[in-house]
């Protein structure tokens, strides 16, 4: 089954009581058991219910995984995998972090003895740091956020692995209709559902996705003892969405790279960057382990800080806001931002600057998105 049926049918089966097409949601608490510890399946919400058990089979089947365990959104998730972690555990993660899993590990994990390292993870000459430093676990994202680099992810899962230790994708900003992290040798990959995956702005939710028994039960465990589960109607809302990622994503693609090769023609912009963009320096390596580029552009504009916040403030169609993958195209200032709970210096030293802009390209008409950039450049 090919992934855009896969993506309608797995999980998704019509409802054995009435036959409806879509499945209902069970919005309900708690369920009457035929007596104690004898259940239909489920006794409560926080424990297990329909909805999640179905995103997480369309999940799992479209991450090429055999586990799925879903959570109530991206941090959610985050944070079931960090709490398996134990006092004195050491994590390496890429540099180029998503600055709010910078912060759980910074501002809530570090009191109870979880330490982390960041390391250039897209320079090959940087993988013998992993064996020296022995982590219980190695964390990346490729691409990137914001920054859009692209980690070997087949040859960071085998030093990680030859090390005796194992490897965490954050796979959102591809979405497995471009990247299946597990196939390329990964032990877990997470997104944050809310983002491409449900793909129109309106709920919250995240996934752990794994061939590993153990870690599935961990996840488990953490959705029900940590209280991270997420809404059944959520669950509902991106099961909804799921069905359409294929089309979404294709667009995306098409419009990021209309939108790229714009940006690239401005003179006040200095770098653009855009995976599946010949100007990519890692263009080569993102055609081999991705399918498509996804729908998010970076630029850095050479203009002073306050022309760039006037640039991004006075756009009309692209929406100043935090989150990305939604059916509308959003513009984020990451240093001000999504990234703003790192220290200057940190955000300055891998790269996130005042002058960086991130797009996150929706599936509109790409000559008005064009047009409405072409505009707020010339009210400067």
């Given at each position: 089954?090919?992934?855009?049926?896969?993506a309608?049918?797995i999980?998704q089966?019509p409802?054995?009581?009435?036959?409806a097409?879509?499945p209902?949601?069970?919005?309900t608490?708690?369920?009457a058991?035929?007596?104690?510890g004898?259940?239909?399946g489920?006794d409560?919400?926080?424990?297990?219910?329909?909805?999640?058990?179905r995103?997480?089979?369309?999940?799992?089947?479209?991450?090429?995984?055999?586990?799925?365990?879903?959570f109530?959104?991206?941090?959610a998730?985050?944070n079931?995998?960090?709490?398996?972690?134990s006092s004195?555990?050491?994590?390496?993660?890429?540099?180029?972090?998503?600055?709010?899993t910078?912060r759980?590990y910074?501002?809530?994990?570090?009191?109870?003895?979880?330490?982390?390292?960041?390391?250039?993870?897209?320079?090959?000459?940087?993988?013998?740091?992993?064996?020296?430093?022995?982590p219980?676990?190695?964390?990346i994202?490729?691409?990137?956020?914001?920054?859009?680099?692209?980690?070997?992810?087949?040859?960071?899962?085998?030093?990680a692995?030859?090390?005796g230790?194992?490897?965490?994708?954050?796979?959102t900003?591809?979405s497995?209709?471009?990247?299946?992290?597990?196939?390329?040798g990964?032990?877990i990959?997470?997104?944050?559902t809310?983002?491409?995956?449900?793909g129109?702005s309106?709920?919250?939710?995240?996934?752990?996705?794994?061939?590993?028994?153990?870690?599935?039960?961990?996840?488990?465990?953490?959705?029900?003892?940590?209280?991270?589960n997420?809404?059944?109607?959520d669950?509902?809302?991106?099961s909804?969405?799921l069905k359409?990622l294929s089309v979404?994503?294709?667009?995306?693609q098409a419009n990021?790279?209309?939108?790229?090769?714009?940006l690239?023609?401005?003179?006040?912009?200095?770098?653009?960057?855009?995976p599946?963009?010949?100007?990519h320096p890692?263009?080569?390596?993102a055609r081999?382990?991705?399918?498509?580029?996804s729908?998010?552009?970076?630029?850095?504009?050479n203009?002073p800080?306050?022309?760039?916040?006037k640039l991004?403030?006075?756009?009309?169609?692209?929406?100043?806001?935090?989150s990305?993958?939604?059916?509308?195209?959003?513009i984020?200032?990451p240093?001000s931002?999504?990234?703003?709970s790192?220290?200057?210096?940190?955000?300055?030293?891998?790269?996130?600057?005042?002058?960086?802009?991130r797009?996150?390209?929706g599936?509109?008409?790409?000559?008005?998105?064009?047009?409405d950039?072409?505009?707020?450049?010339?009210?400067?």
């Amino acid at each position: 089954m090919k992934f855009e049926t896969a993506a309608i049918h797995i999980g998704q089966e019509p409802d054995r009581e009435t036959g409806a097409v879509i499945p209902p949601v069970y919005l309900t608490s708690t369920f009457a058991q035929l007596e104690p510890g004898h259940t239909r399946g489920y006794d409560y919400t926080r424990s297990g219910n329909p909805a999640f058990d179905r995103l997480g089979a369309t999940l799992a089947r479209l991450e090429q995984a055999e586990y799925a365990t879903v959570f109530g959104s991206g941090m959610a998730a985050v944070n079931a995998v960090i709490s398996t972690l134990s006092s004195g555990d050491h994590v390496v993660a890429e540099e180029n972090i998503y600055g709010c899993t910078y912060r759980i590990y910074d501002k809530v994990f570090k009191k109870f003895g979880i330490t982390i390292s960041y390391v250039d993870l897209s320079d090959p000459a940087n993988y013998p740091e992993i064996g020296k430093q022995k982590p219980a676990l190695v964390w990346i994202e490729s691409p990137t956020n914001p920054l859009l680099k692209i980690i070997d992810i087949e040859a960071v899962a085998k030093a990680a692995h030859e090390a005796g230790t194992e490897l965490l994708v954050d796979n959102t900003f591809a979405s497995p209709f471009f990247q299946n992290p597990i196939a390329l040798g990964a032990d877990i990959s997470l997104s944050s559902t809310t983002k491409y995956i449900n793909g129109h702005s309106d709920c919250l939710g995240g996934v752990v996705c794994t061939n590993s028994r153990d870690w599935n039960e961990k996840m488990i465990f953490a959705q029900k003892a940590v209280g991270l589960n997420p809404s059944p109607f959520d669950c509902w809302l991106i099961s909804r969405g799921l069905k359409t990622l294929s089309v979404r994503m294709k667009q995306h693609q098409a419009n990021a790279l209309k939108i790229t090769d714009f940006l690239q023609s401005l003179e006040e912009t200095d770098t653009v960057r855009y995976p599946f963009h010949p100007s990519h320096p890692q263009f080569e390596l993102a055609r081999k382990q991705m399918r498509g580029g996804s729908g998010i552009v970076t630029a850095i504009f050479n203009l002073p800080f306050e022309q760039v916040v006037k640039l991004i403030s006075n756009l009309k169609l692209f929406s100043l806001a935090e989150s990305l993958g939604g059916i509308e195209s959003l513009i984020c200032h990451p240093a001000s931002m999504t990234h703003a709970s790192i220290p200057k210096a940190e955000r300055e030293a891998v790269g996130i600057t005042d002058g960086l802009v991130r797009f996150s390209v929706g599936i509109e008409d790409a000559h008005d998105l064009i047009e409405d950039i072409q505009t707020s450049l010339k009210n400067l």
